[in-house]
Antibody
Framework: EVQLVESGGGLVKPGGSLRLSCAAS????????MTWVRQAPGKGLEWVSC????????YYADSVKGRFTVSRDNAKNSLYLQMNSLRLEDTAVYYC????????????WGLGTLVSVSS | QSVLTQPASVSGSPGQSITISCTGT?????????VSWYQHHPGKAPKLIIF???KRPSGVSSRFSGSKSGNTASLTISGLQAEDEADYYC???????????FGTGTKVSVL
């Protein structure tokens, strides 16, 4: 069974940093593109970033480019999101998702971790 | 990055059919056959219900179907059930620059 468990969320001041983790199990982690998606309170889903299976290709939404860095450790079956220069508008639940296998679909999702940016 | 436009809410009675639209542009929905739909019960993990426009993942009820015409994709839920009450989001691949764009989301209510 595919399992994705996010962690690392919490309360941080504007301008601060946070590192999210996503622990994967139940599949061959090194074979799949992984993605971060977020949902601000009362808002819809927003794609944040994705990283291909061997980290060759990495993409970011304009809203986080230059501030967030996605990475993965295939030996540890883990996905990461380093978030720097956090803004109030980065407050959201952050989900990690695994590609279905098609390269363009978020097939499996975790429960998310809440990041709150507040002074 | 722009978002895809969905109706804020759609409702129906048990057993009825409802359709949710998802309108984008020729740079996303109209340009690729990579529209997916997700069901999200608050507090739970989003669930994939349709991918590549009209394909259902294993285990997803055949009551869910997808289609596309031009720059608008649609999700139809037939035989509406109480458990279908949730938020629904479309998502489209938007090319090498945009990558992915989500819809604004639709709250489905079962009357």
């Amino acid at each position: 069974e595919v399992q994705l468990v996010e962690s690392g969320g919490g309360l941080v001041k504007p301008g601060g940093s946070l590192r999210l983790s996503c622990a994967a199990s139940g599949f061959t982690f090194s074979s799949y593109t992984m993605t971060w998606v977020r949902q601000a309170p009362g808002k819809g889903l927003e794609w944040v970033s994705c990283i291909t299976s061997r980290s060759r290709d990495i993409y970011y939404a304009d809203s986080v480019k230059g501030r967030f860095t996605v990475s993965r450790d295939n030996a540890k079956n883990s996905l990461y999101l380093q978030m720097n220069s956090l803004r109030l508008e980065d407050t959201a639940v952050y989900y990690c998702a695994r590609d279905l296998g098609t390269g363009t679909t978020f097939g499996y999702w975790g429960l998310g971790t809440l990041v709150s940016v507040s002074s | 990055q722009s978002v895809l436009t969905q109706p804020a809410s759609v409702s129906g009675s048990p057993g009825q059919s409802i359709t949710i639209s998802c309108t984008g542009t020729s740079s996303d929905v109209g340009g690729y056959n990579y529209v997916s739909w997700y069901q999200h019960h608050p507090g739970k993990a989003p669930k994939l219900i349709i991918f590549e426009g009209n394909k259902r993942p294993s285990g997803v009820s055949s009551r869910f179907s997808g289609s596309k015409s031009g720059n608008t994709a649609s999700l139809t839920i037939s035989g509406l059930q109480a458990e279908d009450e949730a938020d629904y989001y479309c998502c489209s691949y938007g090319g090498s620059a945009t990558r992915y764009v989500f819809g604004t989301g639709t709250k489905v209510s079962v009357l």
